[in-house]
């Protein structure tokens, strides 16, 4: 089984809502002031965007615990086009609104129809006004405001240039060696460095040579420790997305691999597929794709597209902030694995993008296909961080012609 999942933690006075972290200033600025602070904070940085009724009664406790007689600024604006109001990721305004009696009028209208006032930038009123409802006013106004973030994700490396199973993150995981530092590689003895000692034996790991040549193997001693932690070489959030993998499944355990029926998660929704003849012990190509506006997705299995629908999550978004998980079932976020649904064969060539491939891409003939580099995961540069009995080694199958 093939799942992901978001996990991560905030920075001090944030706090945690599904996968973004949200603070409330109170620090006067004019809505572009605010925009422009909210983006220096690091990882995804942004005025806060109540897209659905759930942020936004969060958002709502949120500036309200800070400061209940003074309005707060958030994401949402029409300052390109009156009336057409657009979140600070560009994507329009849909369904959902919060809007108080009357709003948005800017400043109304005067006699001849016109606009009286120039009010483009959205703000919470206070708590006393309307409930904390939304409102438009000027952006030039002086307003608390309340930023979003991306959380903060754990770097596998430590300072002390330490490596292995022995040596431990911050998070408590395994540490590797940083392929772009001058000591790419993990020697047996648990240090990071770049001699033969640590690069040429046979327990080394030299994290800058594999590349995109390298395959993970998961043991048949199947555990809930075997899996493999991989982080976004560029996180961005996602309206869309491709997945594509190489695989080949151990034959001793085709009745059984949660992988026969495929599953990736999307906002905590499936998709499945009919079984499908990958426990033959031959590498196979994997791709599945989705498309937010209209819940699109299509499967690929070695360049033949297998399966296809729509209404899968439509509507939703995959946030930035996350960690992906290689090789567990998961059953909640991070966790609730299963040691019999662990994967058991080798995988490589994980490649994530932000937008649907077409169908010419996805029809590449399986043996060209190493050379993929994704735009949000590139399996070439990606960190990987591998925990339990996996092993990592070349993948001879990009070498076939």
């Not at 937008?355 to 990606?382: F, M, Q, Y």
């Amino acid at each position: 089984m093939l799942g992901f999942t978001f996990s991560g933690t905030c920075p001090s006075g944030y706090q945690l809502k599904n996968t973004k972290c949200y603070r409330a200033f109170s620090i006067r600025k004019s809505w572009l002031q605010a925009d422009v602070y909210c983006r220096s904070l690091g990882l995804g940085g942004n005025l806060a965007m109540p897209k659905d009724a759930n942020i936004n009664d969060f958002l709502i406790q949120l500036k309200n615990a800070k400061n209940t007689a003074w309005e707060f600024w958030f994401g949402l604006n029409d300052r390109a086009s009156e009336g057409q109001w657009k979140w600070n990721d560009g994507t329009s305004l849909g369904s959902y609104n919060y809007w108080g009696p009357g709003e948005p009028n800017s400043g109304g209208k005067d006699w001849w129809g016109r606009y009286k006032g120039n009010e483009d930038c959205a703000e919470y009123f206070r708590k006393s006004w309307s409930g904390s409802k939304w409102n438009d006013a000027n952006c030039n106004l002086q307003r608390y405001f309340i930023c979003e973030r991306a959380p903060n994700v754990f770097q596998p490396f430590r300072r002390d240039y330490r490596c292995g199973q022995r040596y431990l993150t911050e998070d408590g995981y395994p540490a590797a060696c940083n392929p772009d530092d001058h000591v790419p590689c993990c020697s047996p003895h648990g240090w990071c460095g770049r001699t033969k000692a640590h690069c040429n034996c046979r327990d080394c790991v030299h994290y800058r040579n594999l590349g995109d040549l390298q395959k993970m193997t998961f043991p048949t001693s199947r555990s809930t420790s075997n899996y493999v932690k991989l982080w976004p070489t560029w996180p961005r959030d996602m309206s869309s997305f491709t997945l594509c993998l190489h695989m080949r499944g151990h034959t001793s355990f085709k009745t059984s691999m949660g992988l026969v029926s495929y599953a990736i998660w999307v906002d905590d929704k499936r998709v499945y597929t009919s079984p499908l003849p990958v426990w033959d012990g031959a590498w196979h190509v994997l791709c599945i794709t989705w498309r937010s506006s209209s819940g699109a997705w299509q499967f690929y299995f070695d360049g033949v597209r297998r399966n296809s629908g729509w209404g899968l999550s439509r509507g939703g978004r995959v946030n930035t902030g996350g960690t992906w998980i290689l090789g567990q079932d998961q059953d909640r976020v991070g966790g609730g694995f299963d040691a019999s649904q662990a994967f058991v064969g080798d995988l490589s060539q994980v490649n994530l993008w932000n937008r649907v491939l077409s169908s010419a891409e996805l029809r590449k003939r399986p043996t060209l296909s190493c050379d993929r580099h994704g735009n949000v995961i590139d399996w070439a540069a990606a960190l990987i961080d591998i925990r339990g009995r996996i092993t990592r080694s070349a993948h001879s199958y990009c070498n076939r012609k």
